[in-house]
């Protein structure tokens, strides 16, 4: 097991290379596959060495070999996170499908929270297709059929009977529709069960982060921050600690 642990780890850290450069094209409209890897600062190619996922940016003390400019850490965190993802899933559920299955949904997740983060946008070309990816994939290996769709609608029906109802109170738009999607494809994964705790774990730590910060940019309620990484977060947290987290509140609460 530990090889297998490793070996995912390897293949995870690859994997998050070349979401970093789905995070930093998909946005703009780029094709994430040509030209190859480039500095951001200079745009020379990339050497094959040069490219080797968490080692390269220590190795060159995060700077561009020809420029010396400086490059993101981000590259490095994205990496190391994607491959920590991939590591956990192999420990969690082993050589099976689903080990496989919610690396590709973690992978998603990771772009999304980038690229919201950067551009307050979900990009529909990742939650439009995860949405029947999730309901075939995990309800036929995983969750089953019946689930994944009650998890679609719960998570989509949900955050859009939210947004709608800001509307009227507020008449401002207080829920962009790539949130909506993406807790859609959320329940295609991870089932209705999934949908309600990545409310409750996004909402909660969306508002601590929230108040936090508006306390202390001082902007009040004009500030907008992304939910996408909060629902991500909650998403993933479910993925590997859910069951436990609830069956731990059952038992505070006596029902266990």
């Not at 909060?230 to 993925?239: C, D, E, T």
């Amino acid at each position: 097991m530990t090889f297998l642990t490793i070996s995912a780890f390897i293949f995870g850290a690859l994997v998050g290379s070349f979401l970093n450069v789905c995070i930093l094209r998909i946005p703009v409209g780029l094709s994430i596959v040509h030209p190859p890897s480039r500095c951001p600062a200079c745009e020379r190619p990339i050497a094959f060495y040069d490219n080797v996922p968490i080692l390269s940016w220590l190795l060159l003390r995060g700077k561009c070999r020809n420029c010396k400019e400086p490059v993101s850490p981000r590259y490095m965190l994205v990496e190391l996170l994607t491959g920590s993802l991939a590591a956990g899933l192999m420990w969690k559920f082993g050589l099976q499908p689903a080990a496989i299955l919610f690396f590709f949904f973690a992978a998603a997740l990771v772009v999304i929270t980038f690229i919201d983060i950067d551009h307050r946008i979900i990009p529909d070309v990742i939650s439009l297709p995860g949405i029947p990816a999730g309901f075939l994939a995990s309800g036929y290996f995983v969750i089953g059929f019946m689930d994944s769709a009650i998890g679609i609608l719960a998570g989509g029906g949900s955050l859009l009977a939210v947004a709608l109802g800001y509307r009227i109170l507020t008449g401002r738009d207080g829920m962009g529709g790539g949130d909506i999607k993406l807790l859609a494809m959320i329940g295609a994964f991870i089932g209705w069960q999934g949908v309600l705790f990545t409310i409750f774990a996004s909402s909660l730590t969306g508002t601590l982060i929230g108040l936090l910060t508006m306390i202390k940019q001082k902007e009040g309620m004009r500030l907008a921050i992304p939910f996408g990484p909060f629902l991500a977060s909650g998403a993933l947290l479910y993925l590997f600690f859910g069951p436990e987290i609830i069956q731990l509140y059952l038992r505070s609460l006596g029902h266990g």
